[in-house]
């Protein structure tokens, strides 16, 4: 082909409207994917502001805070804009689109609804963690400056409860993707809703709780997981804390069992909670041991009695912090070193604390509680530092609803606050079925931080609303194998044996109850016993060697119409949380008359049967509905 003829045909391709076509599509699609790409950019950056805008409030650093502040809502009407403009809002055309693209458009006009109150919220927190009217310096809480921050909070509010309308508009049917970052979206306003209701409530009572007119005290217990029992671990070290006009003051402190009651001694007190866990007439216990209620409404006010019951006075209230609370205040505020231990960060301090360096001992024993108690007075003086005491409580409040960190006021004062804030240390509310196994330490031992435990709850619902149920608790005893005391030493602080009550609490109507344990070394009890709440318990104990598991089965039957009548049903059950290390690992299986609809809890159906599994980590409801129900 000739020079000429070749150009001629280059010249005749550009003349064809095909190839116009092709470029104008090309140029199009190209136009599309970049506008995509800009709207995903904009989203990440977004993102990744109120990130660190999170990170930078909590830090104290306002100026970093108001700059991602800024950074988030810009780019997040960008994001916005590219939704709504050409070539992307296009797709509007399309059903499917239409409604995606409207609930991303509302989900950015929450997002900028919160990113107002944000502001608010860095302003209020630069003020109270300032110079000029700090909420906590010098060991005191500023009763005034947080009582004067109230009409920024209801700012806060009023911007949340706009942002909760907003996503209330969002379209039903939107994609599996965005109704996962709605509902998440959903759950953090909540939260934060709750926690404003919260200040709300309480700020009435500030003054009175911080001891503006006469002083206030408070016993804060720290617990010890290795030795469990239903209300959480031992009292491993308390201390009593005072407010005096706002003034925080640490009037005494110690172990339990070597500072303020030298070995616990079994003394005459009246406990609220009774079988299984004291006797019925004449109790004698001693103080470590009276938190062994499940819920700790009861526990605190038996905590309560019996610290004066021992010879203390009278408190206020009392406070007690799982190790998952230090943890959460280790993490926000960096390690604690110790002589005896080395570095003490969040993920180590469990297995240091509660189980390194235990030895029978006395003089090893004395030591390992002086250790202990220096690493307890380094997070109190951090608690009492201005700068980190926002920090550390944030942290410590965030374990509440894993019970973390409980809460009991005399006098029942303030048990609605608490419970809105979850701090209640509560247990579910009671419902037709019940699922609530626990183990209570009978040896002495410290491996009950080593122990897991696998829960197989299996239900046959019947159309007439009655139901069969089996229970089975795997409780596994994973101490060392080697070390501790010799295998033959079963009881003490570095045996490696446990022994435990195996407590199942029962429903309300439960009839033909049956307990029994794997064969094995077993301490039996007839007994049925009856709960404060007039709930029945049974219980049967069973030693297990390191490495070695209890199989503990229970059965019972209840009654017609306890779920419903002909084939409407509701299967409803409480799921009881006992503060292990480990979470329980709880597999629920529920067949019926019919395919069931799951109504709360993340259930998987298989024809007339439901199930779900999930680590148990703080308390909760599972529901099912059948037939119309």
Do not use: C
Not at 107 to 127: M, S
Not at 169 to 196: C, K, N, Y
Not at 590 to 610: I, K
């Amino acid at each position: 082909m000739s020079e000429s003829s070749a150009v001629s045909h280059r010249g005749s391709r550009w003349q064809r409207p095909r190839t116009w076509v092709l470029v104008l599509v090309g140029l199009l699609a190209a136009w599309f994917v970049v506008s995509l790409g800009m709207l995903a950019w904009h989203a990440r950056e977004a993102n990744a502001a109120l990130a660190a805008m999170t990170d930078q409030i909590a830090a104290g650093d306002s100026a970093g805070a108001a700059a991602s502040i800024e950074s988030a809502r810009s780019n997040t009407r960008a994001a916005q804009s590219g939704i709504t403009s050409l070539p992307v809002s296009a797709l509007n055309v399309i059903p499917y689109f239409r409604t995606n693209l409207t609930g991303a458009d509302t989900f950015l006009d929450a997002a900028l609804q919160v990113l107002e109150g944000a502001d608010v919220t860095n302003d209020v927190y630069a003020r109270l963690t300032g110079d000029e009217q700090p909420a906590f310096k010098d060991g005191a809480i500023n009763v005034a400056a947080l009582q004067d921050i109230e009409p920024q909070i209801e700012q806060v509010a009023d911007d949340l409860s706009g942002a909760d309308a907003t996503l209330q508009q969002m379209p039903a049917d939107i994609s599996p993707v965005l109704r996962g970052f709605v509902d998440e979206a959903q759950d953090q306003i909540d939260g934060i809703q709750r926690g404003l209701q919260i200040y709300e409530n309480i700020l009435p009572d500030l003054p009175t709780l911080l001891g503006e007119d006469e002083p206030a005290t408070y016993l804060v217990v720290f617990h010890n997981p290795g030795e469990l029992y239903a209300g959480g671990g031992a009292a491993l070290s308390a201390a009593l804390l005072q407010f005096d006009q706002g003034k925080m003051e640490v009037v005494d402190k110690g172990a339990v069992s070597s500072h303020f009651f030298p070995g616990n001694p079994r003394v005459p007190w009246d406990p609220v909670a009774k079988g299984p866990y004291y006797a019925e007439e004449n109790a004698e216990d001693g103080f470590a041991w009276s938190n062994l209620h499940q819920d700790y409404r009861i526990t605190g006010e038996d905590m309560m009695r019996s610290w004066v019951a021992n010879g203390g006075q009278p408190v206020d209230g009392v406070i007690s912090l799982d190790p998952v609370a230090l943890q959460a205040a280790v993490a926000a505020t960096g390690p604690i070193q110790s002589d005896l231990y080395g570095e003490i960060n969040a993920d180590n301090m469990i297995s240091k604390l509660f189980f390194e360096g235990y030895n029978e001992d006395p003089a090893a024993q004395e030591q390992r509680h002086q250790i202990n108690q220096q690493l307890l007075d380094e997070m109190i003086a951090r608690m009492q530092d201005g700068g980190a005491a926002l920090s550390i409580g944030r942290a410590i409040f965030s374990t509440a609803p894993s019970h973390g960190i409980r809460v009991h006021l005399s006098d029942d004062r303030l048990a609605d606050v608490l419970q809105e804030a979850r701090a209640d240390g509560a247990q579910p509310d009671p419902e037709p079925d019940r699922i609530a196994f626990y183990t209570q330490n009978q040896n002495a031992s410290k491996v009950d931080i080593f122990q897991t435990r696998m829960l197989i709850h299996d239900v046959q619902l019947d159309a007439d609303g009655s139901a069969t149920v089996v229970q089975t608790a795997k409780v596994t005893n994973n101490a060392p194998v080697d070390g501790g005391s010799p295998l033959e030493d079963r009881i003490g602080y570095t045996t490696r044996w446990a022994f435990h009550w195996n407590i199942v609490l029962l429903p309300d109507d439960a009839q033909d109850v049956k307990l029994r344990a794997n064969p094995g070394d077993i301490k039996a009890d007839q007994r049925v016993f009856t709960d404060v709440d007039g709930r029945k318990a049974v219980r049967v104990g069973r030693w297990i060697p390191p490495g070695g598991s209890s199989y503990i089965t229970v059965s019972y039957r209840l009654p017609d119409g306890t779920f419903g009548t002909g084939g409407n049903l509701e299967y409803r059950a409480g799921v009881e949380h006992q503060l292990t290390i480990n979470n329980v690992d709880l597999t629920v299986n529920v067949s019926g008359p019919s395919q069931p609809r799951p109504l709360e809890g993340e259930w998987t159906m298989d024809g007339d049967r439901a199930s779900t599994r999930f680590l148990v980590s703080t308390p909760t409801t599972l529901a099912l509905g059948f037939g119309d129900r």
